[in-house]
């Protein structure tokens, strides 16, 4: 099945720090998803990416959709202590039927 | 009110029980996902729906059913739950968006544990 890789598995930064984060896939994907999620809460939608290329913001959030259609990246702006938690991506290599496939998670620690 | 719900939050079972998660929505979507979570793994698809009899296997079915009463109910049982079953478990929703697109929007989490 399609597998995703994503990294870093965690970081540790600096309040006002950039931060970066990636995903690669085995497969080509339609469909880049970002997701945030805290302790004891389900994983909220960040941003949605649908063509290649395609470069998104989302208040300090900027994510885009590889041009190879296999990669995506999430940037943050500007860190704050509320961006702690565990960021995932997610991508669907079909439309319609498919499901969704998870990376592992990127777990980020903001020290004020 | 939450537009995704799932009961209970937290439970606790024995080896061997029967042991049912629900999960509601009220965001009017067709699509239902059941997903596992467990630590440095991600979240893994257990079974999904696209529809009230439209019903499918994930990566990690085995071990588990689901049914889906309506299109706003969407339950997971452990027919004989078995402490490798311990772990956070998430209902998610979506709809079919034009091209096929598929952004999901997930309840807050079962915290299931079995001793």
């Known amino acids: 099945g399609q597998q995703l890789n994503q990294s870093p598995q965690s970081m540790f930064i600096q309040e006002g720090e950039d931060v970066s984060m990636n995903c690669t896939s085995s497969?080509?994907?339609?469909?880049w998803l970002w997701y945030k999620q805290e302790p004891g809460e389900g994983p909220v939608l960040l941003i949605a990416l649908y063509k290649a290329g395609e470069l998104t913001s989302n208040g300090r959030l900027t994510a885009q959709f590889g041009i190879t259609r296999k990669d995506s990246f999430l940037n943050i702006s500007a860190s704050i202590p509320s961006d702690v938690g565990i960021y995932f991506c997610a991508g669907s290599g079909g439309t319609g039927r498919r499901a969704l496939t998870f990376g592992s998670g990127t777990r980020l620690q903001v020290q004020p | 009110d939450a537009d995704v719900t799932q009961t209970p939050r937290n439970r606790i079972t024995k080896t061997g029980k029967r042991i049912m998660l629900e999960c509601s929505q009220t965001?009017?979507?067709?699509?239902m996902y059941w997903y596992r979570q467990d630590p440095g793994l991600g979240l893994r698809l257990i079974y999904y729906s696209f529809d009230v009899k439209d019903i499918n296997k994930g990566e990690i079915s085995d071990g588990y059913s689901v049914s889906r009463q309506a299109q706003a109910k969407f339950s997971l049982s452990l027919e004989s739950a078995i402490p490798n079953q311990t772990a956070l478990y998430f209902c998610a929703t979506s709809v079919k968006l034009a091209g096929g697109y598929n952004e999901q929007f997930f309840g807050p989490g079962t915290r299931l544990t079995v001793l």
């Open positions: 497969s080509i994907f339609n469909t």
């Open positions: 965001k009017g979507h067709d699509r």
